[in-house]
């Protein structure tokens, strides 16, 4: 089946920096619409960035910036590099994977930005 493992998320300090991993298992991540999502508590969850089959990316205007989606197709991984992290950044960070109908979630790593 299916896995998108996220990694990487963790306690940082404002204006600290992290880097997400999602690690595709049965999908081509350079085939799919990959995105990185994000719910915080008591929100809906939004789209941070996403990456297209071109290798076009776009961002949420509260990201610009700030983050940098990437994907490295030999290890069919995708990342989202986070600096001049806010606490408004915190969340559960979720990757995402389309392509058409299909969509694949993965499980969430939570970020969370406080002194």
């Known amino acids: 089946q299916v896995q998108l493992v996220e990694s990487g998320g963790g306690l940082v300090q404002p204006g600290g920096s992290l880097r997400l991993s999602c690690a595709a298992s049965r999908i081509i991540v350079s085939a799919y619409r990959m995105g990185w999502y994000r719910q915080a508590p008591g929100k809906e969850r939004e789209l941070v960035a996403r990456?297209?089959?071109?290798?076009?990316?776009d961002y949420a205007d509260s990201v610009k910036g700030r983050f940098t989606i990437s994907r490295d197709n030999a290890k069919n991984t995708v990342y989202l590099q986070m600096n001049s992290l806010k606490p408004e950044d915190t969340a559960v960070y979720y990757c995402?994977?389309?392509?058409?109908?299909?969509?694949?979630w993965g499980q969430g790593t939570q970020v969370t930005v406080s002194s």
């Open positions: 995402r994977g389309s392509y058409y109908s299909q969509i694949y």
């Open positions: 990456i297209f089959r071109n290798d076009s990316t």
